[in-house]
């Protein structure tokens, strides 16, 4: 059974999905802006994953799942380090 808050995220996931791909100009100028995209895609994966292993395959599904969220958590650490790491830009 798939629980409110599984499509409430999913909702979420969707919408931030819509904003960035409406405003993929603005994107583009985010410090290291792929491997922003690439971390929250592998979110993204992860928790449409979590909702589809309630409907059919639990086991294979629930090990992609955390496999995507680990991947996207390292990467997602990677860009934040890129982008506060501390140096100052060359402007200031």
Known sequence: MIQENQLLTLLLVAGFWFFI??????MADLQ?????LAAFGALSAGWLLTTLE??????????????SFSVGSILFAL????????????SE
């Open 32 to 36: 290291e802006s792929g491997l922003f």
């Open 21 to 26: 791909i409406f405003n993929r100009k603005r």
């Open 79 to 90: 860009w934040v380090l890129r982008v506060f790491s501390g140096k100052k830009e060359a």
């Open 54 to 67: 309630e409907l059919f395959l639990a086991d294979i599904l629930n090990t992609i799942e955390h496999v």
